[in-house]
């Protein structure tokens, strides 16, 4: 009998184990896919705001709206470059485009690749607005308008 009762608990603790890492996959996937995304920061083209391997949280919610881009917005955007997947990019437009694209700049506009070479953006590219340096911890806080294009 109590061998019994020791393997149906050994049953009955993995069921919970594998239900609780199905959730915890499920839930990240949710939050991935439609509320915020991670990514860390290569080369220099958005210094001094952001730097080489800075970890930056992108906001997807703020995208249900998609007026809601505007001027001195940090987005990350599916790159149209071969050399790259995606892009974060400062959105330099003082009012948006007619056919709904986002002329792209870095902040250190010499070391970028940029609108200047890929043309704007198309609104259906954008992933979601830089809102958070997350990492390193000495950097740690939120990302808003540039001093050019206060919020």
Sequence with gaps: MKREQHSMNMETFFRNLVTSYAFIILVTYLLVT???????IYGTSMYPTLKNGDLVIVSKISLF???SVRTGDII????PVADADVLIKRVSDREEAPDNKYFVLGDNI?????SRQFGRIAEGKIIGKAVLILWPPGDFGTLKGSPTCPD
């Design 34 to 40: 439609f509320v915020a995304q991670p990514f860390t």
């Design 76 to 79: 990350a955007f599916f790159a």
């Design 110 to 114: 010499e070391h970028s690749i940029d």
């Design 65 to 67: 709206s998609r007026s």
